[in-house]
């Protein structure tokens, strides 16, 4: 690694950083400007017992404080603080908890619409035209079309509530195949249509038909020189499919009744569990920073092309 | 093609077989039910939530607990306690009740349970420091809420001294705010959130919880009455997506769920008949009004107390042009019924009489106003004359009614309601706009009085009409129609006489605070069972005639339950209970 790509590294480190501190700057006063709190509820409690529960969480205290504390204990010892809502659990603790099924379902998720979109779309290229093409292109197009929860409703109808082939809830492992293939159907899709596009650039380029001038097998100029190629504008996808499949999950989570960190951010916000609300999103924020980071550093990687500045 | 076909196939399977290995082993000793998602607490002190006390009913015994005989009637028995004794009441009208606890209790640790226990848990739910939302249950005990008046005064022996004698103490002694805990255990804050640190004393422990997830639970040997239990395993799924719920409910993963997407409830009442459950709740669904919010028309001279009569004679006018049972059959849907007065359905008098049916006036119908569908004509016709008292008419329609904006929290079935309000008044040229809030901001919004007129709802915590009427004294919590509040304060416009009742009490043109106030406290204070209802009524008639309040419809419970589940039962409050159920394919 040259010291340019390092620099580079940097930079967009520390511009990841700043958004997310921008995120947690702007979440905490926008939290906090929303009417109702986390001791609201129907059965209002006395105005003594709310005062001791908000001196006890700090609630009392003025803003400005609540929000220098806050982000002291996050650097300095990683503290997101307890939930207000689910009295005895700390936020990393509901995260981490979380996080484990969500995270399954997510990388399962990623990896299916990469693997079989990848395949789908250079076999609808190869094919170019002909019959498995064009279904493949349809059954795409529906896919991208659909939004998830339509597409939840349909698996969990089908599969779940008439043939009985799995639960109908992501408590168990069986119980997380239907969301899992729910949120990969549209990456999947997204990515299929893009393999064969660019696929199809590809088999165009001067140097394709200067192999198959020279009598390249057809296996070694599609795996050998084709398929790398090609593969470039998918990995550049790759940001927005990791920021798709998290927000997805939000819904996805609840359509399949799956313990995620998407029901747990979702929940956070009605209840007004202020550091729920601010410990998901952190979360969620940095790793959208970080994926996309990522996927351009990869992009400089299989293809030398490219200079990151 | 071909191949490709196959080897769809070949997925498809082993993705099944994968699915038949994530299923419970249903051999009839285990249960799978959905309530709600994760409880905010199973600490029996901080839970104030239906699905939580129905988790803790399962897993605590208190001195007293619910319990259905073989007729199917639900009565509350011992637990705990050897016996429930009656009171021995003293000079100065205290009540002390004194209970041994039976032999050989124990912990789910195995530790023995003592009376010191229950002592450590009242004073400890019913403390400030602890801010629970349900520390009011034991306001009833002398010494609330920081000096509680109860002790141990030996391993098996409880004293409580309650301020007067309380109709309703057994089933307080049921309710899950008076389970025992023990010291040890809940000094470690965190207690009640994983399974291993979990202590009880009910017919379950906690063995799993998986959280958002599933909390299983098995039968409790150290239980005191584990041979009465008959299901061994409980497992609560927590969703709280109803569509979720009923797809599990079908495919026979659940057998029961606690909750049913509104918009199926005609289906499932055809497809389901003997498995859709629509169970008796006692709550009320009622639209409430800001007392301040001025709805005289522009250039009305009246002023004070006299514009207060007014409003309170439109308001109460403008309850008259609901059709509630338009409301209840094409809306709710759900077998409501509607509602005539504020005090619930399933309250009952001394006598065993339902409360609302000797409420009201009594003209020939039950509670405030006659609610049946033949009533219709009239009570619009009764509207229309006091409205025209205050507003220009012009053959058809009002033409200077001040226009109105209805506050509802964000949801089909409010909005349902919100809409067909909106066309009634429309018919009397009375303009209504619908705005909805959701659900924490709508809370605050009405608690804060910042609206006309809004969605209420409100369910009973125990089985006494009080629970319906504390709450709207000047300074409680839950008083959304700020009575006694700004402008309302000060108006001297409210008699109270409570001479014939044997008390001193009379005030004529008194504040809010100086009547209703007064009459709650002495109806807190009272030892006298018969007396204490005959005031409620008053209370109730109190609050009737500001026409502030105006019910739509009793509240029921709607769930789903397979037919193969016996020996289930729910409560009035809706507490389920799994542990003596078997199942019967």
Redesign the interface.
Known sequence: MNSKTLGYILKRLGLAILTVWVVITVTFFVMHAVPGGPFTSEKAISAAAEAQLKAKYGLDKPLMTQYGTYLKDIVTKFDFGPSLKQRGRTVIVIIKDGMKTSAKLGIIAAFLALIVGVVLGSVAALRRNKAVDKIIMVITTAFVSMPSFIMGALLLLLFAVKLRLFPANGSTPAGLVLPIITLALYPMAYITRLTRSSMLDVLGQDYIRTAKAKGVSQKKIIFGHALKNSLIPVITYFGPMLAYIVTGSLVVEQVFAVPGIGRAFVSSITNRDYPMIMGTTIILASLIVIMNLVSDIMYKVVDPRITLE | ?KKMLSMLLVLAMA??M??????DEADGTSINVCLS??P??I?PA?N?AVDGATMLAHLFAGLAKWSQDSKGNLAIVPDCAEALPEGVVGADGKVTYTYTLKKGLKWSDGKDLTAKDFEFAWKRAAG?????????MFEVVDGY?NNLNVKATSDNTLVVVLANSVAYWNELLAFPTYYPVREDVVAD?????EAKTYVCNGAYTITKW?????IELTKNKNYVNADEVTMGKINF???D?A??ML??F????WLLIDDVPTNEIATLKKDYPTEFVVAGQIGTYYVCWNINEEILPAGSNLKGEAAEAARAEIRAAIGLLYDRNYIVEEIGQAGQVPASSFVAMGMTNPDGTQFYKTAGNNAGFDGYYDVSTGALKSNFDKAVEVLKKYYNWDGSKFTNFPTLTYLYNTSEGHKAIGEYLQSAMATVGITMNLENQ????????R?DGQYSIARNGWLA?YNDPICFLDMWTTE???NDVQFGKDGHKNLKMYNLDLTSLGYSTKVVNGTWAETFDVLISTIKGCTDNNKRFEMMHIAEDMLMSTGCIVPLYYYTDLYMVDDSVKGFFSNPLGYKYFMYTTIEK
Request: charged content about 25%.
């Open positions: 093609m993705i099944s994968l699915a038949g290995c994530g299923k998602s994760e905010d607490t600490d901080l104030s400030d420091e602890l801010g629970a939302d349900y520390g009011y809420p804050e965190a207690w009640a959130t998986d959280h958002n997830s599933v799924y927590l969703s997506d569509n979720n797809s599990n079908k495919n026979g993963e959701e659900w924490n901001t709508f809370l605050n919004t608690k915590d409680s919590g839950n």
